[in-house]
């Protein structure tokens, strides 16, 4: 009976030793199994992440070049500074991940069948998960931050571009409007000189009528003179021109009445020993307008003396004898002191006319006005 119990014992033992020896291989073959599957899908996990680390790090790259160009946009700035110091912390723990799997991996690859090394690999590969969930968020937001910068920097390259178009139009503008104020300038100046040669053209003629009255002003014809400087008053269309018409067209009407105030005088009071024939003086006792000055002669006689035989030092006497006694008001006898000075100025007595122009301009201050104006040039002596 012993031998019997103790023959089932041994049996019992080496069935249980056989049993816990197949059950140990099988651990070590599902061990092996499950390690190489780790093993495999953490080299896969490991090579996307660094696909994603390359990616993010081109992405980095842009992010540097866009801090160091975007111009004063301070939140998006920060914005973007803070998701690449977050995608470097990403790729820098990455890093320290690979260098654990590979130690995690060799360590394996020397004891396949170990528990602990196949816990190790778990838990790498649990955490090679997060971190390429982490480098993949790094790479959204750092992508996402830089699709804004893009947006921003081409807003500023529009208004850039407009700002370029706004300065261009505007130097164009500035360039268009200094070319029309040169052409305006040029016509102004081609105006004027065409104005000049009008207006030069306009005295020439006046200055040639003036001549052509010499004759006239000789014969102390003054009202024809003035008719015939008249014909050209409609030809005349300068305010420099019709200015100086009617200072000429004055002078020969004050011209005129200062003959016509010698007639009336004489007229009115023969001019007794006015006119010296050889050496005696005889008396003025008539006179025309048309035909001159008659003088008295002996035994009843008469001598006509027509107006181009009276001098000027005669007009000048035969005057100023009337004007000691005649009434007349100050624009009167201005008149016909300016009347001395022209007949001296247009007969080219300018030193006689200076002294005579003197005395009418201190009759008064319209005096003086009126010397400039009709006798321009000349300077009255005082």
Same mark, same amino acid.
């Given at each position: 009976?012993?031998?019997?119990?103790?023959?089932?014992?041994?049996?019992?033992?080496? !069935?249980?030793?056989?049993?816990?020896?197949?059950?140990?291989?099988?651990?070590?073959?599902?061990?092996?199994?499950?390690?190489?599957?780790?093993?495999?899908?953490?080299?896969?996990?490991?090579?996307?992440?660094?696909?994603?680390?390359?990616?993010?790090?081109?992405?980095?790259?842009?992010?540097?070049?866009?801090?160091?160009?975007?111009?004063?946009?301070?939140?998006?700035?920060?914005?973007?500074?803070?998701?690449?110091?977050?995608?470097?912390?990403?790729?820098?723990?990455?890093?320290?991940?690979?260098?654990?799997?590979?130690?995690?991996?060799?360590?394996?690859?020397?004891?396949?069948?170990?528990?602990?090394?196949?816990?190790?690999?778990?838990?790498?590969?649990?955490?090679?998960?997060?971190?390429?969930?982490?480098?993949?968020?790094?790479?959204?937001?750092?992508?996402?931050?830089?699709?804004?910068?893009?947006?921003?920097?081409?807003?500023?390259?529009?208004?850039?571009?407009?700002?370029?178009?706004?300065?261009?139009?505007?130097?164009?503008?500035?360039?268009?409007?200094?070319?029309?104020?040169?052409?305006?300038?040029?016509?102004?100046?081609?105006?004027?000189?065409?104005?000049?040669?009008?207006?030069?053209?306009?005295?020439?003629?006046?200055?040639?009528? !003036?001549?052509?009255?010499?004759?006239?002003?000789?014969?102390?014809?003054?009202?024809?003179?003035?008719?015939?400087?008249?014909?050209?008053?409609?030809?005349?269309?300068?305010?420099?021109?019709?200015?100086?018409?009617?200072?000429?067209?004055?002078?020969?009407?004050?011209?005129?009445?200062?003959?016509?105030?010698?007639?009336?005088?004489?007229?009115?009071?023969?001019?007794?020993?006015?006119?010296?024939?050889?050496?005696?003086?005889?008396?003025?006792?008539?006179?025309?307008?048309?035909?001159?000055?008659?003088?008295?002669?002996?035994?009843?006689?008469?001598?006509?003396?027509?107006?181009?035989?009276?001098?000027?030092?005669?007009?000048?006497?035969?005057?100023?004898?009337?004007?000691?006694?005649?009434?007349?008001?100050?624009?009167?006898?201005?008149?016909?002191?300016?009347?001395?000075?022209?007949?001296?100025?247009?007969?080219?007595?300018?030193?006689?006319?200076?002294?005579?122009?003197?005395?009418?301009?201190?009759?008064?201050?319209?005096?003086?006005?009126?010397?400039?104006?009709?006798?321009?040039?000349?300077?009255?002596?005082?």
């Amino acid at each position: 009976v012993g031998v019997l119990v103790a023959g089932s014992w041994w049996l019992q033992r080496q !069935r249980h030793q056989a049993s816990a020896t197949q059950a140990a291989q099988e651990e070590r073959t599902l061990a092996l199994a499950r390690g190489s599957e780790l093993k495999v899908r953490l080299m896969g996990l490991t090579q996307i992440s660094l696909e994603s680390a390359a990616q993010l790090q081109t992405l980095e790259q842009q992010a540097i070049t866009a801090t160091q160009t975007l111009p004063s946009h301070e939140a998006l700035l920060l914005e973007l500074q803070e998701a690449l110091a977050n995608s470097q912390t990403s790729l820098n723990e990455l890093d320290d991940q690979r260098a654990l799997q590979q130690a995690a991996l060799a360590a394996w690859d020397s004891a396949p069948t170990d528990p602990q090394q196949l816990a190790e690999l778990e838990a790498l590969f649990e955490n090679a998960i997060v971190q390429d969930n982490l480098v993949e968020q790094s790479r959204t937001v750092l992508a996402e931050a830089l699709t804004r910068v893009a947006a921003v920097q081409k807003r500023i390259r529009a208004e850039e571009a407009r700002a370029r178009q706004a300065a261009a139009a505007a130097l164009q503008q500035q360039r268009a409007a200094e070319k029309e104020r040169q052409a305006a300038r040029q016509r102004a100046q081609e105006a004027e000189r065409l104005q000049i040669q009008v207006v030069q053209g306009e005295l020439d003629r006046l200055d040639a009528a !003036r001549a052509a009255n010499a004759p006239l002003i000789a014969r102390r014809q003054f009202a024809e003179a003035a008719r015939a400087l008249s014909a050209l008053q409609p030809e005349l269309t300068t305010p420099e021109a019709q200015a100086h018409y009617q200072a000429l067209f004055d002078s020969y009407r004050i011209l005129d009445k200062l003959k016509v105030f010698i007639v009336r005088s004489i007229r009115s009071a023969p001019y007794l020993q006015g006119w010296l024939l050889g050496e005696a003086w005889r008396d003025i006792i008539a006179a025309d307008t048309s035909q001159g000055l008659t003088i008295a002669l002996d035994s009843s006689g008469q001598l006509l003396m027509s107006w181009d035989q009276i001098s000027i030092p005669y007009m000048l006497k035969i005057t100023n004898h009337y004007l000691e006694s005649a009434r007349l008001a100050e624009r009167e006898r201005l008149e016909i002191m300016l009347g001395l000075a022209l007949l001296c100025y247009e007969s080219g007595q300018l030193k006689m006319a200076e002294s005579l122009a003197a005395a009418a301009g201190q009759l008064s201050a319209a005096g003086q006005e009126e010397v400039q104006r009709l006798m321009p040039g000349l300077a009255p002596q005082p």
